[in-house]
């Protein structure tokens, strides 16, 4: 360890999922803020509302109407960005223009009939009904031939492009290996071939044994704010065994992996005392046939919030150009979540 | 040419100057939008704005007095992302936890003294002063030994993160170069090592016969929807000739740069009739002493709206798991934009 003070002064991290760099720019949060304010969602939302498209019972796009549901509900996405019958081809002009066609499949899961809730406002059984909805769909789409990678994310809020409020995530299902989780499997799979563990597993014993990044954990899984975190509060939720995907996970496995889930958004959810805007989602092993024994399931949340329930961080200029960049410290963030309660402020309040 | 469809069919494209690929989705701009809507910029701000800190003649952050400028005006940021005299160090752990500290410097460059303006609003005279200022700055700061990266930027509007809407640019410069114009670097020195000319000339002469991505040029400019766009009305701005950096360009082709910058921005205000928000940059050779023959200098603009002055696009969730995605084709924002007067409607409105 040398004497700077990752605390105060400016410095880059490494990423070793994606092997990549950012710059964190400690005391920079200090600077007066002037821009743009966003609306919290402060709404009340009915536990039914006849004008969604996800309520049980409702008529979607195109005249199909929902069933009425009482626990979880998926359906293929009525404007769905993959389709499974794009035909086959591709565009080569001079190795510069380079493109290919694309399939794939695209749905969305209903995380409830409850149109007010969120996953922080649900009950660990009922969000436990959501990984076995994640594990069911990665079984199936996995298991076509035509799927090679499945991406199982949810966007909370409309700051997060979110356009229905109604509590759901989606699922993105294709043939190629996406930018992203490519990447992931390249480190990762480095650091097995030298090691012989998967790279998760030696950070996850660092981050147990410095406790800094820590925020909370259970029996079989720990969330903690990265070491290369770009977004203020963006966390990392890991199960302690390693495994490749989601339909590997034990029966108690997936108990805490809800209890995790719901401990987390609560204080998210706490911290802002708002409902608090993110997007998350699991990276897996791509479903292409081959073994992966380097990966590592993993669920990532990035929440956009930097100061208040108004104010977040915009990854704009810099960072679009150069580099993700953040101005409060990772350990400063994880403090800030290991700080809070776990009920939930309208609890409370109530 | 395969009989696949780029203007119906889902694809990825590949970005020859990132060395990745985005998921291009064009049927899915179709779906509706319950979504969060911006607040398009209507203020009318004074010439004049006693409150504002980059005005001539106010008093900024500490107490320093800006000049009473009459062009552009630069200084060192107030609340500096990088600072000179950061200490060096490093930490790691493992191979997991690696940090190491980094400097440089941050300055703000006002465009011009009118507060009300924006650079779609100023004169080509005007506008090219700003070029001076690239110039002058990227001189100045890539000839510091402590300096081998220079990234000018600027963010404009306050769904960009913009803090002050006084018509103003950013310089980040800093010690190691960062991810973004280091995978340019590789693979714009992989092109030039096997055809002897930089990959953006061969790009250009390939879009110059296929004209459909090209929007608008002039003697010594083309400014054009990249085949691999990922924003929807992104652009990206070359010059004909290959050079470096800003430095090497000539004077006919500096008056030429700022040429081009008012009319693009100019038909983006046009299109939605709204001070088209959007984070710009200038990617230029890094200042590491190297002699770098492979790169070509280009400005990337980056702009969130997608259908209206209201509705953006974001980049979440799938997008930040997974890959960048878009709703339409770039052929068809370029289309758009082309179709686009080059006089500004608040002119045709007076
Ligand atoms: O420096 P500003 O204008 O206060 O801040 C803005 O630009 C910076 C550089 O792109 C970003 O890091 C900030 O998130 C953004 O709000
Ligand atoms: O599918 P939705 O909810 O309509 O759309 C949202 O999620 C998608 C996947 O992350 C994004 O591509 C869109 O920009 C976002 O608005």
């Given at each position: 360890m040398a004497s700077f003070d990752l605390a105060q002064q400016p410095h880059r991290r490494f990423n070793p999922l994606t092997g990549e760099w950012l710059l964190v720019s400690p005391h920079r949060a200090l600077r007066p803020w002037q821009g743009q304010q966003e609306a919290p969602d402060r709404s009340q939302r009915p536990a039914y509302d006849p004008g969604c498209y996800l309520c049980p019972g409702n008529t979607r796009a195109g005249g199909i109407v929902n069933p009425p549901y009482t626990g979880t509900f998926v359906f293929d996405n009525d404007f769905a960005a993959l389709t499974p019958d794009a035909p086959h081809g591709a565009v080569e002009v001079g190795g510069l223009l380079r493109a290919e066609a694309e399939s794939g499949l695209a749905r969305v899961i209903c995380f409830s009939p409850r149109h007010d809730l969120t996953l922080p406002e649900m009950t660990t059984e009922a969000i436990r009904g959501v990984v076995d909805v994640w594990a069911e769909q990665f079984a199936e789409l996995g298991a076509r031939p035509d799927i090679n990678y499945v991406q199982i994310f949810e966007n909370k809020g409309q700051v997060m492009g979110c356009s229905n409020p109604h509590p759901h995530g989606q699922i993105w299902a294709q043939r190629t290996v996406p930018g992203d989780p490519a990447k992931e499997t390249v480190q990762q799979r480095a650091y097995f071939q030298q090691h012989g563990r998967t790279l998760l597993t030696d950070y996850l014993e660092i981050e147990l044994r410095e406790q800094t990044r820590v925020v909370l954990d259970n029996e079989h899984w720990v969330a903690l704010v990265p070491?290369?975190?770009?977004?203020?509060f963006e966390t990392l939720v890991l199960p302690r065994r390693p495994v490749q995907d989601v339909t590997q996970l034990r029966d108690a496995e997936k108990d805490a992996f809800a209890d995790i889930i719901r401990r987390l958004t609560i204080r998210y959810d706490n911290l802002f005392q708002t409902s608090f805007p993110y997007s998350a989602g699991l990276h897996q092993r791509p479903t292409d046939g081959e073994a992966h024994p380097e990966w590592h399931l993993h669920m990532h949340f990035f929440p956009p919030l930097l100061r208040s329930a108004t104010v977040r961080k915009f990854m704009v200029g810099y960072e679009m150009l150069a580099n993700p960049q953040r101005d409060i410290t990772p350990e400063y963030a994880a403090q800030r979540l290991r700080e809070l309660p776990e009920v939930h402020y309208k609890q409370t309040e109530a």
């Open positions: 070491f290369w975190a770009a977004w203020p």
